[in-house]
């Protein structure tokens, strides 16, 4: 082989199937390395190579060589395991980490079932697109399809890079219909309220101040979840977001504490009155390091909550025949968001409720303050 060409064989066995690749690495005209991989054999790499070598020697640029003629299409699902050893098997950052099983999530879960057994060349803009509209026509939001589509187009533009590919074959579509764009269900201070009867009521009264803390203070998920005991100052009527291990992240199907979303996100949050007399009394059911827990000590996952109280607490179970515990719709499809802080608030929304409701709330979540039911009363 002339100088300025490598081959390079290696051994993708990180599913154990034993597989292997060839890839070919040459000097372009710059003296960088440019690299090309995918090829199932060694003859093949080597019959590359000296294409490329002859390219060289014939003064073409090789900072981008042609795409293979002749050589076997890529399979997709090969093409992918190589991508994912050519990233960083060491991210530095939590939210690398995050981003990476992310992305292999939405691999395993979406990609390879629908793309994995074919060929790289067989992946069309317009074939691309219209499966992009056959996951929003089964029911997935338009950013999760969104997110979907980002590491294929992402594989496939390394594909691409690598000549696998003539071009990348998602381009973003540049005439598109009139898609009305979802509104988004705002929660009133009464519906937050009602939420959270519900969800005390399916899985515990440990759920119901969850939800009535996110909704009054605005803090994410993963910053609630995340939340200790050092961190809850209940005499000052405050909690702290630690700016290192303010929050709890989910990374490859574990746990474990991390920043939290953004720089700013570390912070002090103030509680309102009555919110520190409920977790006060929360903080007794349990001795666990971490404020919010399931009845059975764990930490909460996303995912579980939202499936078993969230979702039916907000949307109802009127279509499950026999559910442990009814529950009506308060909000389909509610999004929660912040809330005013004052306990104002919260009164005229308990006194909203009606005198039937009321007594349900207080018996679930019996730890309220003495003005919220003092406002209430007068």
Same mark, same amino acid.
């Given at each position: 082989?002339?100088?300025?060409?490598?081959?390079?064989?290696?051994? =993708?066995?990180?599913? %154990?199937?034993?597989?292997?690749?060839?890839?070919?690495r040459?000097f372009?005209?710059?003296?960088?390395?440019?690299?090309?991989?995918?090829f199932r054999?060694?003859?093949?790499a080597? #019959?590359?190579a000296?294409r490329?070598?002859?390219?060289h020697?014939?003064?073409?640029?090789?900072? =981008?060589?042609?795409?293979?003629?002749?050589?076997?299409p890529?399979?997709?699902?090969?093409w992918?395991?190589?991508?994912f050893? %050519?990233?960083?098997v060491?991210?530095?950052?939590?939210?690398?980490?995050?981003?990476? #099983?992310?992305?292999e999530s939405l691999t395993?879960?979406?990609i390879?079932p629908?793309? %994995?057994?074919?060929?790289?060349?067989d992946?069309?803009?317009?074939?691309?697109?219209?499966w992009?509209?056959?996951?929003?026509?089964?029911?997935? /939001?338009?950013?999760?399809?969104?997110?979907?589509?980002?590491?294929?187009?992402?594989i *496939?533009a390394?594909?691409?890079d690598? =000549? *696998?590919?003539?071009h =990348?074959p998602?381009?973003?579509r540049?005439?598109?219909?009139?898609?009305?764009?979802?509104?988004?269900?705002?929660?009133?201070?009464?519906?937050?309220?009602r939420?959270?009867?519900q969800?005390?009521?399916?899985?515990g009264?440990?759920a %119901?101040? +969850?939800?009535?803390?996110? #909704?009054w203070?605005?803090?994410?998920?993963?910053?609630?979840?995340?939340?200790?005991?050092?961190?809850?100052? +209940?005499d000052?009527?405050?909690?702290?977001?630690?700016?290192?291990?303010g /929050?709890?992240?989910e990374?490859?199907?574990?746990?474990?504490?991390?920043?939290?979303?953004?720089?700013?996100?570390?912070?002090?949050?103030?509680?309102?009155?009555?919110?520190v007399?409920?977790?006060?009394?929360?903080?007794d059911?349990?001795?666990?390091?971490?404020?919010?827990?399931t009845?059975h000590h764990?930490?909460?996952?996303?995912?579980?909550?939202?499936?078993?109280?969230?979702r039916?607490a907000?949307?109802g179970n009127?279509?499950?025949?026999?559910?442990?515990?009814?529950?009506?719709?308060?909000a389909?499809?509610?999004e929660?968001?912040?809330?005013?802080?004052?306990?104002?608030r919260?009164i005229d929304?308990?006194?909203?409720?009606?005198?039937?409701s009321?007594?349900?709330?207080?018996?679930?979540?019996?730890?309220?303050s003495?003005?919220?039911?003092?406002?209430? /009363?007068?």
């Amino acid at each position: 082989m002339d100088v300025g060409v490598i081959v390079d064989g290696k051994e =993708n066995g990180s599913d %154990g199937s034993g597989r292997n690749s060839w890839q070919v690495r040459y000097f372009r005209d710059d003296g960088t390395i440019g690299s090309k991989s995918g090829f199932r054999s060694e003859d093949e790499a080597k #019959a590359e190579a000296r294409r490329i070598d002859d390219i060289h020697h014939g003064s073409t640029s090789t900072d =981008n060589p042609p795409a293979k003629s002749g050589a076997a299409p890529v399979v997709v699902n090969d093409w992918i395991d190589l991508w994912f050893d %050519g990233i960083d098997v060491a991210p530095t950052t939590l939210a690398q980490y995050e981003r990476l #099983a992310q992305y292999e999530s939405l691999t395993r879960n979406h990609i390879r079932p629908r793309w %994995g057994s074919g060929h790289l060349v067989d992946i069309g803009n317009l074939a691309a697109h219209t499966w992009a509209a056959e996951l929003r026509s089964g029911g997935l /939001a338009d950013s999760t399809v969104k997110t979907i589509m980002k590491p294929l187009a992402m594989i *496939l533009a390394d594909a691409a890079d690598e =000549n *696998l590919l003539d071009h =990348n074959p998602i381009r973003p579509r540049r005439r598109r219909r009139h898609h009305r764009t979802r509104e988004i269900v705002w929660d009133q201070p009464h519906q937050a309220l009602r939420v959270a009867l519900q969800a005390a009521s399916l899985v515990g009264p440990w759920a %119901g101040v +969850l939800d009535i803390t996110a #909704a009054w203070t605005g803090a994410r998920w993963g910053e609630l979840t995340g939340l200790r005991r050092g961190n809850l100052h +209940l005499d000052d009527g405050r909690f702290v977001i630690d700016p290192d291990v303010g /929050a709890l992240h989910e990374i490859d199907r574990t746990l474990q504490l991390g920043p939290p979303k953004t720089a700013e996100s570390a912070r002090t949050v103030t509680l309102p009155p009555f919110l520190v007399e409920l977790l006060r009394l929360h903080l007794d059911t349990h001795d666990h390091p971490h404020v919010f827990v399931t009845e059975h000590h764990a930490l909460l996952r996303r995912s579980n909550f939202s499936r078993r109280a969230m979702r039916p607490a907000a949307d109802g179970n009127l279509h499950s025949s026999s559910p442990r515990v009814r529950v009506h719709p308060v909000a389909p499809e509610i999004e929660r968001r912040i809330l005013d802080t004052l306990q104002q608030r919260w009164i005229d929304a308990l006194a909203g409720l009606g005198a039937t409701s009321q007594p349900d709330l207080l018996a679930a979540l019996p730890s309220v303050s003495r003005p919220m039911t003092e406002g209430v /009363a007068s």
